[in-house]
């Protein structure tokens, strides 16, 4: 018996060096995951555990409602600034910058991005404050007569995830321009095209799946954002991740908890794939 | 030829200067006011090197250190060592198959499997602490141990496999003296890539630790919280001045792999 197990072992030895990382992912990512969305919807009374969906159904609810779409709104609208903003960056990088440049360029770009992003949004109090760096600069050059107050405001948020974001966006769009073949801007340019017509008919559509790529890597964690808000919004406002942390940290309620938190997967889902499809539908019409 | 790039040969990188100041003036400041003399106001008072003495004394940031440090070494062990395994196993089992498990930890949102990590160490009663944070970081740390390394090694050269093994080389000498070496630069490489996303991370932390083991993310979040002191520009400067450390070095090896990874 013991000699047969031996066997088994040596021959199946591959397999058994291999399989903790199997375990470990299901067991800490997949495990979990289902137990919250098995949470979501149980619930537990004197009668003991039952199934329910009524906790689903209480989210339908204006203050709840009014979460999510801020959170998808600023998701988006994140992502769409990012990857605007970015791709000329991510473009004069791939395209343009001399070799040399290029490889400063691109590790002043990393830096920020492997930055703990505590402290970049802790850097920003600087330039936002009272006595701040952007109020002393405008004041003394008798732009503004007051202060203006930029901290705790969505202004500070949206400002805050840009630049928290814009490496995210940039470096996939910068992958894929760097395997763009100039030559078809060359091309383009003999037969006659000009400068926006190269890029609307050349350059952008072959570089889409990047500007794609970058766009949901920008999209996807801002929907679940919950430290920028809360450290330069000064927690005026709920978002999804400010809500679910509340429920889990605070409140110390896991069944809501995990109900918010699926909910809040699904619309994400949801919306990431309509975006998906949205953007698939407009690559296909100016092609 | 030059000139019919058009309009964009000023603008462009006058643009990319205008973006890179953005990105670069909070931080500038930043480390410019953990020099500042005065604790309270943000106007410039002096020179001082008063925060850094303060956090040199300061037994909670050494503390927090040595957690995150614990953590990211930890994190780094368990996925290289299990992610490795996995990829080169993979081959000759079905467990290659199951590499596509791998790829999804990225696309969830963190939060999503924070929450459910929580939930998942409340149900057990297992203590949140380092062990538990380990567990949580290595799950993202395979996240990209195995898509690299995967990619990495359905590019070798097979026949070198081949031959040592027709050699009659074991495939344990096999493993030690063709695979490794050959993967070496791809392993270091998302080794410290491991390191410093384990070490930046903050979001798993928050829900994974129970608040027992602090690590440095954490220990500045708190401050941030409770009224930050020029103490936090000095922690915020070193962190600083590590990632650029760890950037440098990582952007030197992917330079001599060939630009894999972005």
Redesign the interface.
């Known amino acids: 018996m013991v000699k047969r197990f031996r066997e088994i072992f040596q021959q199946e030895l591959p397999f058994f060096i291999g399989v903790p990382a199997l375990v470990w992912q299901v067991l800490f990512l997949y495990v979990p995951i289902c137990y919250l969305v098995f949470l979501s919807v149980t619930k537990v009374d004197v009668d003991g555990v039952a199934f329910t969906l009524g906790r689903y159904a209480e989210f339908f609810q204006v203050p709840y409602l009014r979460v999510l779409l801020r959170s998808l709104i600023l998701a988006t609208g994140n992502a769409v600034l990012c990857v605007s903003v970015g791709y000329p960056i991510a473009y004069y990088l791939a395209v343009r910058a001399h070799a040399r440049s290029k490889s400063l360029l691109l590790m002043l770009l990393m830096l920020p991005f492997w930055t703990n992003f505590l402290v970049q949004v802790y850097a920003w109090f600087f330039v936002f404050e009272r006595q701040g760096l952007l109020n002393t600069v405008l004041m003394r050059l008798h732009i503004i007569q007051e202060p203006l107050y930029i901290l705790n405001t969505t202004l500070a948020i949206w400002i805050i995830m840009l630049y928290c974001y814009l490496p995210f966006a940039i470096m996939p769009m910068y992958a894929i321009l760097e395997k763009f073949d100039v030559r078809l801007l060359e091309a383009s340019y003999d037969l006659g095209a000009r400068a926006w017509q190269t890029f609307l008919r050349i350059t952008l559509p072959l570089s889409m799946s990047g500007v794609m790529t970058g766009f949901f890597l920008v999209f996807i964690p801002s929907f679940g954002e919950f430290v920028i808000p809360g450290l330069a919004g000064g927690d005026k406002q709920m978002f999804v991740g400010s809500l679910i942390s509340h429920y889990f940290l605070t409140a110390g309620d896991e069944y809501t908890g995990a109900t918010f938190t699926c909910l809040g997967a699904l619309v994400l889902a949801t919306a990431a794939l309509t975006l998906r499809y949205c953007m698939n539908v407009m690559i296909k019409r100016v092609r | ?1 030059e000139n ?5 040969r000023v603008t ?2 006058m ?2 200067a205008l ?2 100041a ?6 500038m ?2 480390v410019t ?1 953990s020099f500042n003399e005065s604790a309270f ?3 410039w008072k002096g020179f001082t090197t008063d925060w850094y003495v303060q956090l040199w004394e300061s037994t909670e940031v050494w503390d927090a250190l040595q957690n995150s440090f614990i953590v990211a070494l930890g994190t780094v062990s ?1 996925s290289l060592t ?2 490795f ?2 990829v ?3 081959s ?4 290659g198959r ?1 590499l596509i ?2 790829y999804g ?1 990225l ?7 924070a ?6 160490f ?2 057990f009663n297992i203590p949140l602490g380092i062990i538990t944070l380990i ?2 970081h ?2 993202m740390g ?1 996240g990209y141990v ?1 898509p690299v390394l995967h990619s990495r090694f359905s590019e070798l050269d097979y026949n070198l496999i081949e031959a040592s093994l027709d050699l009659g080389a074991t ?1 344990f000498q096999t493993f030690r003296s063709i695979v490794v070496p050959l993967m070496a630069p791809a392993l270091l490489s998302v080794g410290l890539l491991v390191f ?1 996303v384990s ?2 991370d ?2 798993i932390s ?2 994974c630790s129970g608040g027992s083991a602090q690590t ?2 954490m220990y ?2 708190s401050m ?2 409770s009224g ?1 002191t020029p103490v ?2 000095a922690i ?1 400067t070193l ?2 001045f590590i ?2 450390i ?3 070095t ?2 030197s090896f992917r ?1 001599r792999m060939g ?1 894999m990874l ?1």
């Open positions: 030829m019919q790039y058009g309009i964009s462009l990188p643009y990319v973006v890179y953005f990105l670069y003036i909070p931080i400041v930043l006011f106001s943000h106007a368990a299990m992610g395994l996995i080169v196993c993979g000759y089992t079905f467990l199951t498990l791998f930890s696309a969830a949102p963190e939060i999503v499997t929450v459910g990590l929580l939930s998942f409340t149900l567990a949580a290595t799950v395979l195995v495939r410093i070490w930046d903050f979001i928050f829900f440095l993310p500045v979040f941030i919280r930050p936090v520009n915020s962190l600083l990632t650029g760890c950037v440098t990582f952007l330079t630009g972005w």
